[in-house]
Nanobody, 124 residues
Framework: QVQLVESGGGLVQAGGSLTLSCAAS????????MGWFRQAPGKEREFVATISANGRITAYADSVKGRFTISRDGAKNTVYLQMNSLKPEETAVYYC?????????????????WGQGTQVTVSS
C-alpha cells in the first residue's frame, strides 16, 4: 500500500511563496511519475504540475508556468512543489498523486494513489 503525505501548506499573502512537500512510502518511488493537483471550493480538481519517474521531464498547467516548479528527491522519496507569486485565486487544497503511467500524465484519472491534501490559502 502506497501512502502519500503532503505538508507545507498554510496562509500566505498574494505575491508570496510556499513550498509543498509530498513524502511517499515504499521502495518504488523512483519508478513512477508524480503530480500535483488542486481543488478550490465548488470547483473540480485541476492539474497543476507533473514530473517523470526519472525527474528529467516536467509539465505544468499554463496558469502556473514560470511561477511553480516541481522537483523530486529519490533519496528522500519526496516530491516538491515550489510556488512563487501566488494569487488569491490559487487558494485550494493541493494534492500529491502517483501515476502508473510513463511520462508526464496531466489527467487525474491516470493517477492511482492520492494524498490527503494540504490547504493553501492566499490572502489579497
Amino acid at each position: 500500500q502506497v501512502q502519500l503525505v503532503e505538508s507545507g501548506g498554510g496562509l500566505v499573502q498574494a505575491g508570496g511563496s510556499l513550498t509543498l512537500s509530498c513524502a511517499a512510502s515504499g521502495r518504488t518511488f523512483s519508478l513512477y511519475s508524480m503530480g500535483w493537483f488542486r481543488q478550490a471550493p465548488g470547483k473540480e480538481r485541476e492539474f497543476v504540475a507533473t514530473i517523470s519517474a526519472n525527474g528529467r521531464i516536467t509539465a505544468y498547467a499554463d496558469s502556473v508556468k514560470g511561477r511553480f516548479t516541481i522537483s523530486r528527491d529519490g533519496a528522500k522519496n519526496t516530491v516538491y512543489l515550489q510556488m512563487n507569486s501566488l494569487k488569491p485565486e490559487e487558494t485550494a487544497v493541493y494534492y500529491c498523486a502517483r501515476s502508473n503511467r510513463a511520462g508526464v500524465p496531466m489527467t487525474a484519472t491516470l493517477y492511482d494513489y492520492w494524498g490527503q491534501g494540504t490547504q493553501v490559502t492566499v490572502s489579497s
